[in-house]
């Protein structure tokens, strides 16, 4: 029985002879032919599947207990990059080398695992070694500490530095200047040696299997964050030049060749290696190519505003969001942050109304480039056309801009455009070949084909949905032009009449076609009036010319009231019989405060020729026949308001003519004192004069829709006189039968409701139970 046990003992101590990971240990002197006879003893005794498991076991302990806690030691917590890079190549090493002493054993352990008979995996593995990898990568994994991120993107990070550096090296490099690689001087530069870590450690982890479970995630994070700062380094601030192209090309060759470097075992092309390695670099291209797409349409979407006004110079921006738009998911957020942007910067008071519609017109410029759909557009600008609808003078900033001179005007260019292409577009055919389908967040009660052919106008003009209100502000703008110009250039005003006739319809410009045929007839009557013999004599103390309008056809004027010298209103009856004498059964209805007067002034040695409104003509006239005025007797002899005058006076002592003796009392300046008075008063000559300028000689908006909306005043008068009593809507289409085809004589319901609503207020309607009624007499 000892025998027995003795021998027992002695075959347990050659099984730990050639396993010595059952006595905790890893080196033993086990040759092949000892172990051939040791594994001969296993196998006659049957014990194979227990001393398998048993080894196992130990070999999990062990790792468990040593290999583990020993490779995590080395991830100290530092904020020194190279010492960050020393601390995981050691780390790296030390495990590496610890599997390598596991090598024998796990080849005997093969041999023996062949004897057993239940085929059992090892850990999930068939091959041995495959398991034992398995069952390092779960014990390390099991035993991760919190910081360990931080050396391993410590050691990526200084080698990457040196990849990158040695890319882009610059061979003139002094010896006492700093490599940007390693940070030493270039005599003691120690990239070379980094770059030798860097390739061996990766090997090894490579070999090890966990190049990707412990590294891949700090990778990802670290070369995400390189991402965005190439981004922010090469495209902040310009728009001009497409960098998409320069971004891919630096991924491909800069980040991407790293990578491959770094699964590849030094090599910077994945071609001899395994077919996992290859997914995982196509893998890693992938996402990150996504990343660089996603990060530069973030930044371009918070650079869009600025890219927008800057268009069509940003054109290559505008280009590289577009592409980046198919490839990610961002455009929602791009419609988001533009309409918070428009809103932020633009749509508040401080902003001028021809500064909005400018950048209006570049976004729907830029967004038409980007969007041919045209529902960014639609989404985008929704609040701008909110904003400008409710802003006064934004048909009158629409119109002035379509009808100036010069390369800046961007409405009159699309004007011209316009007619240019007007004549192209009955040739032009669908192209089923290009067509596409409408965006999924288009909204489908708007036709798709309605959305892609608005231009820019009819996109200003559908702010408010009626092409009326821009005729009419037209109308009133070419009426101040004419009425404004000494000279008139009819043929300038003809061009953009019939560019705009294209555009709104010649029915909607027919008045303004009158307008300027009476400055034509105007200069014909003129010079014909002027070859009358008893107008003639009048002639010689001063000359006029008249521009003879056509009421009905004109835009209302202003009601201001003056009162003209005996002389000239002597001289426009003198013209006034001529005209009639010409015409025959017409006449003349003078606007006396219209027009402009050429006079010349002398006072003392000062002589001075202006041109000046009637106002100011005839204020300075009644100092020719007396010195000395008061503001009562000026508004006794002028039929102007007191308030007026004093306003309009202080032209006349801007240029040092007249000054005010007293309150409300005003004297001519006579001689020197008037030199003196002008010399310290130029600037507010040209102030007032500018002012004097400005003015519009026509009623307005406000006051000619009120004008137009009383011409329906006597029809409801009627109607509720004959039928007592009407609800609005019942109004509403009984004036739709007595509106004209003149502009402005439309009125919406909405008008209408608030036009009534003025009327209750002054107790001229009653408004009971949605009725409409007269009060009672």
């Not at 428009?342 to 570049?362: C, F, K, M, Q, W």
Request: proline share 3%; glycine share 4%; charged share 25%.
């Amino acid at each position: 029985m000892a025998t027995k046990r003795d021998e027992l003992k002695v075959y347990w101590n050659k099984i730990n002879y050639a396993y010595p990971i059952l006595n905790d240990a890893l080196f033993t002197d086990c040759s092949d032919a000892e172990y051939e006879e040791i594994q001969q003893i296993i196998v006659g005794l049957g014990v194979q599947i227990k001393i398998r498991d048993l080894i196992l076991v130990h070999t999990e302990k062990y790792l468990r207990q040593h290999v583990a806690p020993s490779f995590w030691s080395k991830f100290t917590k530092t904020d020194e990059e190279i010492k960050g890079f020393q601390l995981f190549k050691t780390a790296v090493n030390e495990l590496y080398e610890a599997m390598s002493s596991f090598t024998p054993m796990m080849t005997r352990l093969r041999i023996l695992i062949k004897s057993c008979c239940d085929n059992k995996p090892i850990y999930g593995e068939r091959e041995v070694m495959s398991g034992f990898k398995q069952l390092l990568r779960a014990t390390l994994l099991s035993q991760l500490p919190l910081d360990f991120q931080v050396i391993i993107n410590h050691f990526y990070k200084v080698s990457f530095n040196v990849f990158d550096n040695a890319e882009h090296q610059n061979s003139d490099m002094g010896e006492d200047e700093t490599c940007s690689g390693c940070q030493n001087e270039y005599s003691d530069c120690n990239c070379a040696y980094i770059v030798k870590i860097f390739h061996s450690t990766n090997s090894k982890l490579v070999e090890l299997t966990l190049l990707e479970r412990l590294t891949g995630q700090v990778l990802t994070n670290f070369i995400q964050q390189r991402i965005e700062q190439h981004i922010k380094k090469l495209c902040n601030g310009t728009f001009d030049v497409s960098h998409i192209g320069f971004l891919e090309n630096w991924l491909d060759t800069t980040v991407m060749s790293w990578l491959t470097r770094i699964y590849c075992a030094g090599s910077s092309k994945a071609t001899s290696v395994d077919k996992n390695i290859l997914h995982a670099v196509a893998e890693f291209k992938q996402k990150l190519s996504y990343y660089l797409y996603h990060n530069y349409t973030k930044l371009r979407i918070d650079q869009l505003f600025n890219i927008i006004i800057e268009y069509p110079d940003s054109q290559p921006a505008v280009d590289d969001i577009k592409l980046c738009l198919d490839k990610t998911d961002l455009r929602a957020t791009l419609c988001k942050k533009l309409q918070n942007a428009l809103e932020t910067r633009l749509l508040h008071p401080g902003v001028n109304t021809p500064d909005i519609l400018t950048a209006y017109i570049s976004a729907i410029r830029a967004l038409r480039h980007l969007d041919p759909s045209g529902v960014i557009l639609e989404t985008v600008t929704k609040p701008v056309r909110n904003y400008l609808r409710n802003r006064e003078d934004t048909v009158r900033s629409v119109v002035s801009s379509l009808t100036e001179e010069g390369a800046g005007s961007e409405l009159a260019e699309e004007l011209a455009k316009f007619a240019a292409e007007t004549d192209d577009d009955h040739e032009k055919e669908e192209d089923w070949d290009n067509w596409l389908p409408d965006p999924k967040d288009a909204d489908p009660k708007v036709n798709g084909t309605d959305r892609k052919a608005n231009d820019i106008i009819s996109m200003l003009v559908n702010v408010y949905g009626s092409k009326e209100l821009f005729v009419n502000e037209y109308r009133t703008l070419l009426a101040d032009r004419l009425l404004a110009q000494s000279v008139i250039n009819t043929e300038k005003e003809i061009r953009y009449l019939e560019l705009l006739k294209l555009r709104f319809g010649e029915s909607q410009l027919h008045f303004c076609e009158v307008m300027l045929k009476d400055v034509s007839d105007s200069k014909r009557i003129n010079a014909l009036i002027q070859q009358d013999k008893n107008f003639e004599s009048l002639n010689n103390k001063f000359a006029s010319n008249a521009m003879i309008l056509s009421a009905q056809f004109w835009p209302p004027f202003k009601d201001e009231s003056l009162e003209l010298p005996e002389e000239i209103k002597q001289h426009f009856n003198a013209y006034t019989k001529s005209y009639e004498a010409l015409k025959g059964n017409r006449t003349l209805n003078w606007k006396p405060h219209l027009g402009n007067v050429n006079i010349e002034i002398e006072i003392g040695e000062k002589k001075l020729d202006l041109t000046v409104s009637p106002f100011n003509a005839t204020l300075i006239m009644h100092f020719q026949t007396k010195p000395e005025w008061s503001l009562e007797e000026l508004h006794q002899i002028m039929k102007v308001p007191i308030t007026i005058l004093r306003r309009k006076i202080t032209y006349w002592q801007s240029l040092g003519i007249i000054s005010e003796k007293s309150t409300d009392n005003y004297v001519l300046i006579e001689g020197s004192d008037g030199n003196k008075s002008n010399c310290a008063t130029n600037q507010v000559q040209e102030m007032i004069c500018e002012d004097e300028e400005s003015e519009s000689v026509m009623a307005s908006a406000h006051d000619q829709r009120e004008g137009e909306l009383q011409v329906f005043w006597s029809y409801i008068v009627g109607m509720l006189t004959n039928l007592d009593s009407l609800p609005l809507e019942r109004i509403h289409q009984m004036l739709k039968m007595f509106a004209s085809q003149a502009p402005g004589t439309e009125c919406s319901l909405q008008e209408l409701r608030q036009f009534l609503d003025t009327k209750v207020r002054t107790h001229q309607l009653v408004l009971q139970a949605g009725m409409y009624k007269l009060p009672k007499t």
